[in-house]
């Protein structure tokens, strides 16, 4: 084992990963907060100046996945498809069967200059999870309850406010609400045999409602909506701890770029069309289990250098004052200031696993499990 390769495997290694991560995201969530004394000014300048705060934040665990793990991305799609990248506002359709899928989606959009402004549909509890949700909060995220009685009005204001973003925009929806379990496999699928629709095998089935809704709310500012469909050679069920110690993967991504106008207008057809999708994704997945591959050509996109460049820049600036606080503490000798200081450490350790947990299938919210069986 090489050096590098052993400092990935250690703990203090991590302390000091997530010691950096929360750190300068704080300050960037107090920069944030700053920033919107903008907004009643110059709303587009309060915008692109998120987009740039953000950036330097996801970008960190964007460099976790390509740097650090090396895991590699392939694309698997058609060289026009691939041209339109980064030039136009668009909705993504991405299958929640994995821990990383939201990274894997990242690292796309860092390399097509795309990351700082992505926006997603999300459930509102993250809007209460440090780092994450107070970054969201200030980049016009969407949150939702998942209950659409409540939800309607918030979502189609704060769709709509969108539709004047200043920079091209990545709209990433789940459309089947939660992550992939088999227990909330089996109760979406009696949902499916009781609605007459076609049982999906490798998806849940998806909920139409927020694609409809965003479909009709961003018509005349997003163009087209890619559909993404991931999977990892080998089998492999990635998790953010296996970046984390430096596991590399494979993952290949099937996209397909669907035009606005070829959705239908109305929200029932609409609705079929996004159920016929999912059909369509369901027999990728067979492919791809059956051959190993997507259909399409194969594209590999460079990673950049800036989300390395980034982090070190956070981490010359944050570690050389920790350094020095932790030598001082110790030349104290003082039995209180130690302890206090590895009280901390105790504390540190245990919000950066908290954080990691979120993005956990298991320990993921239990929407899915009864909730297929009422109507949407």
Not at 29 to 52: A, H
Not at 293 to 315: D, I, Y
Request: proline share 4%; with cysteine.
């Amino acid at each position: 084992m090489g050096l590098l390769a052993y400092l990935k495997t250690q703990f203090v290694v991590h302390l000091l990963i997530g010691f950096v991560f929360v750190v300068s995201g704080l300050l960037i969530n107090f920069v944030q907060l700053c920033s919107l004394v903008l907004w009643p000014i110059n709303k587009q300048l309060y915008r692109r100046l998120n987009c740039r705060l953000a950036y330097s934040l996801w970008s960190q665990l964007v460099m976790l996945l390509e740097w650090w793990s090396g895991t590699e991305c392939t694309l698997f799609t058609d060289q026009a498809t691939v041209d339109r990248f980064g030039k136009e506002h668009v909705v993504i359709i991405l299958n929640h069967n994995f821990e990383i899928d939201f990274l894997c989606g990242w690292t796309m959009s860092e390399r097509f200059g795309m990351l700082g402004s992505s926006k997603v549909l999300a459930k509102r509890e993250l809007l209460y999870v440090p780092l994450i949700g107070w970054t969201w909060y200030f980049l016009e995220i969407v949150f939702c309850k998942r209950k659409w009685e409540e939800d309607r009005d918030t979502v189609i204001q704060g769709l709509k406010r969108l539709s004047d973003y200043p920079e091209y925009m990545w709209f990433l929806l789940y459309c089947e609400g939660t992550r992939f379990t088999e227990k909330k496999h089996r109760v979406s699928m009696e949902v499916a045999v009781s609605k007459g629709l076609p049982v999906l095998k490798y998806h849940l089935l998806p909920r139409t409602k927020g694609f409809t809704t965003a479909v009709q709310c961003l018509r005349g500012t997003v163009a087209a909506v890619y559909d993404v469909t991931l999977n990892f050679r080998g089998n492999k069920n990635p998790s953010l701890l296996g970046i984390l110690y430096g596991k590399k993967y494979e993952a290949d991504m099937c996209v397909r770029r669907f035009p606005l106008e070829e959705i239908p207008l109305d929200e029932k057809e609409a609705a079929q069309w996004l159920h016929k999708l999912y059909q369509e994704k369901d027999a990728l997945q067979e492919m791809y289990n059956q051959k190993g591959v997507f259909p399409g050509e194969q594209f590999k996109p460079p990673r950049r250098p800036w989300t390395l460049l980034n982090f070190l820049s956070w981490a010359t600036v944050l570690l050389s004052p920790l350094f020095s606080c932790v030598l001082g503490v110790f030349a104290s000798g003082s039995p209180l200031l130690i302890l206090t200081f590895l009280g901390f450490v105790g504390a540190a350790s245990f919000g950066v696993r908290r954080l990691i947990g979120v993005t956990e299938i298991e320990k993921g919210s239990s929407y899915g499990n009864q909730e297929f069986k009422k109507k949407e």
